[in-house]
């Protein structure tokens, strides 16, 4: 078949996760990922648990990639990356500003190399600004935007989040789409661009509702007070019977009727005291064990969701129905699971269903070899 970014190249600088989550929905995509890893690997490859040679981590983020081998502190190593420079369409790093320019690999020098190169550069506060050069990860990212402070646990304290929304979100995602527009913008001007992600930068995206409410009305969102922080009755977790928890999310007029109609409490409709609410329906909620609720509920439309853990979610007939986990990452080892799921649609992904994650260094005498004409390594 054919794939939208096939014929696509990418050279991949980066390690851990943002950048290599953005290179994999790339490579799914059809893009050719050169993964340019130093003499001890991916930082990723150690982690644990381990999958073969290398941790799970690394196999799942990085199928389908090709591995080459590097010092970008020697010279010569130096001068094959500018090789193979000549021949990519995109590069995408995740150093700290001003590494790659010590490096001789920045995008003023590389775009003398190749004007139509798209280089992307994923960092947490952007390239320039008072934090440009400080140490964080996703848990600081989330409390520097406002973001962590929303999410509190009954006695206030913000609860350690259990995603990596920075990283994934606002720094993987948002690559993808500007190296797409990039593409796009390149198709009609044929003159590349550096692409500056930042991460810190684009978590205030996703508190768009947090943001018009403060700037609106000075009414800055709340932790457990707001429509969707814990302050209402028809955005709520609940504990049953059985100790087992539902989400009900009947925000709708016509969804919170239904609800309140099915759990017996049609007369908190004309309630106007949020406190009275949300403990009325906790107390009929917890009355009875889950799997009661669940049978009230089914064939109404309430929003209403049994709580499940990871390994009940993957097993959901609904995912199995829909192919979510039918694809394979194979490890150097040979042995198989299911890859990790990405946003690409089935139409724009390769029909092969079993893709191996790169040994380190696999590829570099393949790589090297068609710039140099010879086999180097």
């Not at 995408?92 to 590494?99: K, N």
């Amino acid at each position: 078949m054919i794939q939208p970014l096939m014929g696509v190249k990418v050279l991949d600088f980066s390690t851990l996760l943002p950048g290599p989550m953005c290179t994999l929905i790339l490579a799914e995509a059809g893009a050719d990922v050169i993964k340019l890893e130093r003499a001890a690997g991916d930082e990723m490859r150690s982690y644990v648990p381990r999958f073969g040679d290398d941790s799970v981590n690394f196999v799942l983020l990085n199928r389908g990639k090709r591995s080459v081998c590097m010092n970008l502190k020697d010279g010569g190593d130096r001068e094959q990356v500018l090789a193979l420079v000549k021949d990519v369409d995109v590069l995408v790093e995740q150093f700290r500003p001003g590494v790659m320019q010590r490096l001789g690999l920045d995008y003023e020098t590389l775009a003398q190399v190749n004007p139509r190169l798209i280089y992307c550069s994923i960092t947490a506060y952007g390239q320039y600004g008072p934090k440009a050069l400080k140490a964080s990860h996703d848990l600081n990212f989330q409390a520097e935007t406002g973001m962590l402070a929303l999410s509190a646990d009954a006695g206030g304290a913000p609860i350690v989040p259990p995603t990596l929304t920075g990283d994934l979100a606002a720094g993987a995602y948002p690559a993808v789409i500007n190296i797409l527009l990039a593409l796009r913008q390149r198709d009609l001007d044929g003159t590349g661009r550096h692409l500056d992600i930042s991460m810190t930068d684009n978590l205030f995206t996703l508190m768009y509702w947090g943001l018009g409410n403060g700037w609106s009305g000075g009414q800055w969102p709340r932790p457990g007070k707001e429509l969707v922080t814990g302050g209402s009755a028809r955005y709520a977790v609940y504990r049953t019977s059985d100790q087992r928890y539902l989400s009900a999310a009947p925000l709708e007029d016509r969804f919170w009727t239904t609800f309140l109609t099915l759990i017996g409490a049609s007369s908190l409709a004309g309630e106007s005291d949020e406190a009275v609410i949300q403990a009325e329906v906790a107390r009929i909620i917890a009355s009875q064990p889950a799997s009661y609720w669940m049978q009230r509920f089914e064939g109404h439309d309430v929003c209403v969701s049994e709580i499940v853990n990871l390994e009940q979610a993957v097993q959901d007939a609904h995912f199995q129905v829909r192919g979510l986990f039918d694809r394979e990452v194979t490890n150097n080892s040979g042995s198989s699971m299911p890859a990790l799921p990405v946003p690409v649609c089935t139409s724009f992904r390769s029909t092969q269903s079993n893709v191996a994650a790169p040994a380190l260094g696999e590829h570099t005498s393949e790589i090297l070899g068609a710039i140099t004409g010879e086999n180097t390594r």
